[in-house]
Each structure stands twice: as structure tokens, then as C-alpha cells.
């Protein structure tokens, strides 16, 4: 790191610089903070890029948190305006969509890893719940992930006929449902029991089997097919 009499990256040493160490050293070289960096590219007046991130970085709480943060939530960063933060947006998006593609290149349920991962960095960092569903083709090939119900820090109330109808609508001969857990612990409730149970009844009864329910937090994960509730 630089002294701070000497803010500007452009002053540094080639070798101290994060874009010409990301090209000779690669990206897993960097530290947060020099990631962030390169994404916003410019600092402030008093403040370097680096300098800038680590204060992003420390005001959200992290690299999960920050992708969930909204433009008012960071309004109070000087340096930090609509073009970096949609910087930020469109790179989470990226990201999406590159797990979103990689779950369609094989069967869901042979996917676990891939699909835990896109599930947390979509839905897990949430600080409200949501219920989402994968909707599958008769060989487990994904058709289509959908967030179908969004609800408060702990419910989220679910309308099985519009469930059904998503389901119809894309021929899915199977599905996953998922859903996150805000408070920080992916371990079903009795309701989120309750509520897979009717569902399985339900969809058995118009031939579209449940595979999985998956419960998601930021950094950890619940399986009913694992846990033999399925």
C-alpha cells in the first residue's frame, strides 16, 4: 500500500499498481479492496481508489453485502455516485447470469455446488425473504429460475395456485423450490415443513414432481432432499 502522501495510484510503482498486478499476478492476487477498485476505477480529490473501496467495503460490511446495497445506502460516501454504483449493479448482474449459465448445462440435481452458490449470491444476502423456484423439464435440465414471492425479515406468504399456474405455463415436469432465511439459519421451520408437505401433495396431483427445497442465508445451506425430508 502506498504511503498516504501519495494518493494517486497513477503515482505508484508499476508493480504496486491492482490492474498491472492483476494482469501479471492474475486476480486472486488482490485484496478486496483493490478489486473493488479497479470496478470504480477513480477515487476523490483526497481520497485514492483503493482508499475509496476500503471505505465502501467497511460501510456496507463486505463484498456479500455491499452487491444487495442500494443507491441510498450508499448516498453518504463522498466519491461514490450513480455511475460507480451501477458499475457495481452491472457487475453483480454479470455474475448472475454466468452461475444462471452454468446451471443449464446439466441436470439440476447433479448441479448441487453450482446451484448453492448461485442461490446464495442471489437470494442469501437478502435482508428479507423471498421464494423462488427452479422450473425443470422432464430430464432435470433447467427451464427457468423465478423469484416468485417476496415477504418481510421472517414470512414470506406463498399462493400455491400461482405457483402451479408458473409451473403449467413452462410445462415443467419437475421443480425446486428455494427460499432464504434472513436470519442467518438455513434449518426449516415447522412451517417451511408444513408448507413443502402441501405443496408436494398438491403438485403430485397434477403430475409435476417436487425435487428439492432448498433454504439459503448468506454463508450456509439447507437441503430436504439431503436431509431425508423428501
Not at 15 to 35: F, I, T, V, Y
Not at 80 to 109: D, I, N, Y
Not at 171 to 198: E, V, Y
Request: aromatic share 6%.
Amino acid at each position: 500500500m502506498a504511503p498516504s502522501s501519495r494518493p494517486s495510484i497513477r503515482d505508484w510503482p508499476l508493480d504496486m499498481r491492482p490492474r498491472e498486478r492483476l494482469l501479471k499476478q492474475g486476480a486472486q492476487s488482490l485484496s478486496h479492496a483493490e478489486l473493488l477498485s479497479i470496478l470504480i476505477r477513480t477515487g476523490t480529490p483526497s481520497r485514492n481508489a483503493i482508499e475509496l473501496s476500503s471505505d465502501i467495503l467497511h460501510h456496507c460490511g463486505g463484498i456479500h453485502a455491499l452487491l444487495s446495497c442500494s443507491l441510498e445506502d450508499l448516498k453518504h460516501i463522498h466519491g461514490l455516485g450513480l455511475s460507480k454504483w451501477s458499475q457495481l449493479q452491472a457487475a453483480k448482474e454479470m455474475v448472475r447470469r454466468a452461475s444462471l449459465e452454468k446451471l443449464h448445462k446439466r441436470p439440476l440435481l447433479m448441479s448441487q455446488a453450482a446451484t448453492r452458490e448461485f442461490l446464495q449470491s442471489t437470494i442469501g444476502h437478502l435482508d428479507h425473504e423471498v421464494f423462488a423456484c427452479f422450473f425443470l423439464d422432464q430430464f432435470g435440465y433447467l427451464i427457468e429460475f423465478k423469484v416468485l414471492f417476496r415477504g418481510s425479515t421472517d414470512q414470506t406468504l406463498i399462493y400455491p395456485r400461482q405457483l402451479v399456474k408458473e409451473a403449467l405455463q413452462r410445462n415443467s415436469s419437475a421443480i425446486i423450490l428455494a427460499h432464504n432465511h434472513p436470519n442467518g439459519i438455513a434449518h426449516p421451520s415447522q412451517a417451511d415443513i408444513r408448507l413443502t408437505k402441501d405443496l408436494l401433495t398438491l403438485l403430485k396431483s397434477i403430475e409435476i414432481n417436487i425435487l428439492d427445497h432448498i433454504i439459503v442465508t448468506q454463508n450456509a445451506y439447507y437441503s430436504f432432499l439431503d436431509g431425508g425430508q423428501l
